[in-house]
């Protein structure tokens, strides 16, 4: 329990941070109070700039002595490595701090641990005071840090109408000059500013912040597949630097050289340039906060491919009848596949309003809306659980397959140890292509997804293409219960695994039919009333988590659905039938 001086020292440590905001890129903003023995403030600090001393460190110099037997109030976990400063950790403990307080755990594997050896060394350590506000003033960086790119931040002024600009292209001003003021608040705790070519030939933009003092200006980004931009064009000048995207065969000898402007190649998409591959880069530049300003079309582009985590709408009370939507096409078709948003803000500024908003995650595990999946249970390669994030009771995975990424995009979905799970991103890095997918705690305890860990190998298979074989059986991906591998017995050509089998399934079991098995299609061998057994051949053993699983290990079991519907068929179900079924 946290007492009163100390709640108001960790809401005054949470503005103390935000006070970096902005400035700290790569690293996060944090904020740090240190009281006494008696209760009394006697040092405070943030982190000011990435490379110069962190919050605990400027607190503590401020408390000296004083912080002796004292309580260290700071937002995020102290860190435990030595990067371009010492471990805070080892500071706190040298300057003799009795308690620290921290709202949010350090989701980096290199930075995570302070608290750890904080505890070691004998100092208490609580977790969570004012956890919300300490997210939410990280929340750019710690986004980057859990999905492996920026957070992105998509901003549009339209009219009350919903337009972005006139009918001739022009769309300068719709908004207030309050509300023109507040975006350049936006880009200077931005580290990249963001918009697509279209934007740049209708407004020739010049994307700097200006009129605020002391701010860090941002990486300018023209998304250009064709290198279209012209020598004179306004974010070319040198009030910010300015990185131009442009295709890996785009002719480019006509853009300038010099300092302050680059130029990166990436790969194509179907339309312009590949998103994750654009934030791959950025996010490889140490850029942790993207703020698209736009235009419509680009935006449409970014959404489509699950990467815009917040959104912030000016709108005017202006009328224009005709001229562009503020958003173009996302890839959504019909009602039900709408992208729902949660508000988080409104606030009036001037004649405008600023709605700002994320989009509500859908629990990836439920039942799409949009259609059924079939798999076939021919596994297609064997990936392996690179990182798993904790969302409340949820559990975010990334899993390395870079067959089955290959052309994947946000929605799509992947067939995971059997469980279809729906691609929430593209991560692509220098670590190789990952996805990313969120499962639900439902699916975690019901289904063997609960047991992986990082390095855990993972079949992995996309859904059966129109005109594709059949190679298995059908396959839903929703898994009905679990079993565990009893005893492997080896022959000579083949292996003979004997799997457990939940009593509610075993009617659906029979010699000779079919089953999956962590996403493998199989035939029985042998069907008993608590158990079953299958031959691998050795393609399968290698190619599949069958092949190194032991005794007593879990295996997802998805049973032949047409036993399902001939027991449904025949009114002998009694109304129990797949409610049980994970997805
Ligand atoms: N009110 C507001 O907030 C804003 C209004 N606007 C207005 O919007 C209009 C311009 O909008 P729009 O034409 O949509 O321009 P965008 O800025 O959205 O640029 C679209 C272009 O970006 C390029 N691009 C690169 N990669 C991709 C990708 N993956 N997906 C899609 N496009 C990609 C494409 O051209 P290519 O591949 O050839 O490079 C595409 O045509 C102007 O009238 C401007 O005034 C613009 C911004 C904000
Ligand atoms: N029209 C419009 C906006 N347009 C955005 O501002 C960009 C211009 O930036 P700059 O050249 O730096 O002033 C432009 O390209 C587009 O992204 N923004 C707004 O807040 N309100 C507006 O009404």
Known sequence: MATAAEAQAMRHAVALAARGLGHTSPNPVVGCVVLDAGGRVVGEGWHQRAGGPHAEVHALRAAGERARGGTAVVTLEPCDHTGRTGPCSQALIAAGIARVHYAVADPTAQAKGGAATLAAAGVAVDVGLLADEAEAVNEPWLTAMRRGRPFVLWKFAATLDGRSAAADGTSRWITSAESRADVHRLRAEADAVVVGSGTLRADDPHLAVRDREGATQPLRVVVDTGATIKPGARVLDDAAPTLIAVAEDAGIAHLPRRPGVETVRLPRAETGLRIPALLAELHGRGVRSVLLEGGPTLAGAFLAAGAVDKVVGYLAPVLLGAGPAALADAGITTIAQALRLETADVTRLGPDLRVTAAPIAVPATAPSPRRTEVFTGIVEELGEIVAIEHLGDASRFQVRGPLVTEGAKHGDSIAVNGVCLTVVDIIEDAEGTRFSADVMAETLNRSGLGALDIGSRVNLERPMA??????????QGH?????????????????????????????????????????????????????FTVS????????????????????????????????????????????????
């Open 479 to 531: 898994v009905d219960g679990t079993g565990a591998i009893v005893d492997r017995k080896l022959s000579e050509h083949w292996e003979i695994v004997k799997i457990s089998l939940p009593a509610e399934l075993s009617r659906y079991v029979v010699e000779k039919g079919s089953i999956t098995v962590d996403g493998i299609s199989l035939t029985v061998v042998d069907a008993g009333s608590d158990y």
């Open 536 to 583: 691998l051949i050795p393609t399968t053993l290698a190619l599949t988590t069958l092949g190194v699983k032991q005794a007593g290990d879990p295996v997802n079991l998805e049973v032949d659905v047409l036993a399902k519907y001939v027991e449904r068929l025949l009114g002998r179900d009694n109304g129990t039938q797949d409610k049980e079924a994970t997805s």
């Open 466 to 475: 129109l005109g594709g074989r059949l190679g298995g059986h059908i396959v």
